[in-house]
């Protein structure tokens, strides 16, 4: 009987092994299936820029100052923003708070999330550009700035550029 009993115990012994080994063998069947090996790393963020009110008109060698603000809805370390600008009416120039002068459609890296824009009248007619804010990852944000040259008018206080200019990709 004592050979009886030893047997039984060892088929219990036996197939409780068979259980977890199975047992583990389907857990881990069931993580390499619902694991997925892409990870989901945000790297585009979108943003907007925000910009103060610019005077309305502008005569010809005036400068007026464009305080911007870069507002990101996240940040990722490997973020570049560029601004470029094409002036489409009128003449004058437009300069980083750097002084670096800009030429119209080159791409210049912003350094600062808060930075100035000086645009300078070249001219006694009205004056229109458009200025592109632009990240690594194709997210663009866009806005038209327009000064008239109206020296019979009145100046008003100044007309916002856009309260806030959002990102679009």
Known sequence: MNMNKLNNTRK???NIVKSLAT???GLLSVCFTACDDDLDVTQAYPFT???MPVP???AQGETAEIRCELVREGEFDG???TIRYFQYDGEGTLKLDNGLVLQPNDRYLLENEKFRLYYT???DESQS???TVEDNFGNACEWELEFNNDSDAE???GVAVSDTLNASR
């Open 56 to 58: 309305k008109e502008l």
């Open 79 to 81: 973020a570049v923003y």
């Open 23 to 25: 047992l583990c063998l």
């Open 121 to 123: 009248s070249e001219c």
């Open 49 to 51: 820029v925000e910009a």
């Open 129 to 131: 550009l458009t200025i």
């Open 12 to 14: 219990v012994k036996r």
């Open 155 to 157: 100046t008003e206080g």
